[in-house]
T-cell receptor
């Protein structure tokens, strides 16, 4: 059974650019959550999507957005990149959301903003 | 503001001993508690979850929850060098608003051969 797949694994951008990250959940999982991990702040919740709807959102600015497609694949977008957006972005999937089931994380997308 | 606190370590434990990892949380409405292990350069992987007060055992791992004290811990018996990793405590508060997990910053555990 394939795990959670995130692409790209590594990317380098410059300030002001935008980036789109992709996540394919485990087959049958309908919930996709996104987290940002940095050495200083640790893992922080960005948002969760379930059945193409954003169900929950963390405390991040509007530059961070996401969406989910009918096949449960999800994308997150960060616009007008800032140096502080450099981080490991982790996607996690679950059957019905973190409230009912455990999360399985992907390998992450490591974003460097120069 | 929901917070999860962990001692960052490093916590050094000799091989074969019991490693004890602790976590406190701020929100009394928290309902579900998770322990994840993260090796350097890898993504977090679930070790255990616990919902009810008391102990829950799974192999060499025991999770302990005390909701009155807002405290959750993870014990690792017969520690092995392969247990060396960062252990993340995560708490879920299903009270509306952001329903994602709130993670602590993790405890770096080193098992000394």
């Amino acid at each position: 059974k394939a795990g959670v797949t995130q692409t790209p694994r590594y990317l380098i951008k410059t300030r002001g650019q935008q980036v789109t990250l992709s996540c394919s959940p485990i087959s049958g999982h309908r919930s996709v959550s996104w987290y940002q991990q940095t050495p200083g702040q640790g893992l922080q919740f960005l948002f969760e999507y379930f059945s193409e709807t954003q169900r929950n959102k963390g405390n991040f600015p509007g530059r961070f957005s996401g969406r989910q497609f009918s096949n449960s694949r999800s994308e997150m977008n960060v616009s007008t990149l800032e140096l502080g957006d450099s981080a490991l972005y982790l996607c996690a999937s679950s059957l019905a959301g973190a409230g009912a089931n455990v999360l399985t994380f992907g390998a992450g997308s490591r974003l460097t903003v120069l | 503001q929901k917070e999860v606190e962990q001692n960052s370590g490093p916590l050094s434990v000799p091989e074969g001993a019991i490693a004890s990892l602790n976590c406190t949380y701020s929100d009394r409405g928290s309902q579900s508690f998770f322990w994840y292990r993260q090796y350097s350069g890898k993504s977090p992987e679930l070790i255990m979850f616990i919902y009810s007060n008391g102990d829950k055992e799974d192999g060499r791992f025991t999770a302990q929850l005390n909701k009155a004290s807002q405290y959750v811990s993870l014990l690792i018996r017969d520690s092995q060098p392969s247990d060396s990793a960062t252990y993340l405590c995560a708490v879920l508060y299903s009270g509306g608003g952001a329903d994602g997990l709130t993670f602590g910053k993790g405890t770096h555990l080193i098992i000394q051969p």
